[in-house]
């Protein structure tokens, strides 16, 4: 079965300092591959995906098939940033994402 | 524009008591998602619906849950009987396609409590 694990459930770091959030997966082939966040007291939200490449307010994510994993990184964390992501593959075009059971991060001054 | 809208916010209900909730998505979102998020888990995939045809209810426990979507905008979620495992967060999201380019929008969620 298919499996996405975030191995830490809580995260605490400093101001400035890196963050790296880990997000593992068990699918085979080239699933698609999102995080998504949820700050305090605001909904569920896309923070980045794969495909499209991008750095979201510093975040980046990079895809190692040879271990499967996909960890979020960003290498001055900032207060704003406490959150809870959420790690969420896609198996394969149109088939439903699944959710790790995320990570809460804590960004302390 | 407008965000996912969802109804009730909270609902305290008895074991095998019957519970509906409603979401309205996003104009012109033709996929609709609802999500049942158990506390300290991430959000489970009940159902997904494009337009009013659904695409995967694999992971709806049919004997007690059901969804419909029968104009292909808002959407309720019932349970019924409810049972204790139950309680959750019921989030509902949609978006602009169905192959997942487009990003997921999320609503509030509703808060089931069942005593």
């Known amino acids: 079965a298919q499996r996405v694990t975030q191995p830490e459930k809580l995260l605490s770091v400093f101001k400035g300092a890196p963050v790296e959030l880990k997000c593992n997966y068990s699918?085979?082939?080239?699933?698609?591959l999102f995080w998504y966040v949820q700050y305090s007291r605001q909904r569920l939200q896309l923070l980045l995906r794969?495909?499209s490449r991008e750095s979201i307010k510093g975040f980046t994510a990079d895809l190692n098939k040879g271990e499967t994993s996909f960890h979020l990184k960003k290498p001055f964390a900032q207060e704003e940033d406490s959150a809870m992501y959420y790690c969420a593959p896609q198996e394969t075009s149109g088939s439903r994402l699944t959710f790790g059971e995320g990570t809460q991060l804590t960004v302390n001054p | 524009e407008a965000g996912v809208a969802q109804s009730p916010r909270y609902k305290i209900i008895e074991k095998r008591q019957s519970v509906a909730f409603w979401c309205n998505p996003i104009?012109?979102?033709?996929?609709l998602y609802w999500y049942q998020q158990i506390l300290g888990q991430g959000p489970k995939l009940l159902i997904q619906?494009?337009?009013?045809?659904?695409?995967?209810d694999s992971q709806l426990p049919k004997d007690r849950f059901s969804a419909e979507r029968l104009k292909g905008v808002d959407s309720t979620l019932k349970i019924q009987p409810a049972k204790l495992e139950d309680s959750a967060v019921y989030l509902c999201a949609s978006s602009l396609d169905l192959e997942g380019h487009q990003p997921q929008h999320f609503g509030d969620g509703t808060r089931l409590s069942i005593l």
């Open positions: 619906f494009q337009n009013n045809g659904v695409v995967d």
């Open positions: 104009s012109g979102h033709a996929t």
């Open positions: 699918y085979s082939g080239s699933p698609e």
């Open positions: 794969h495909i």
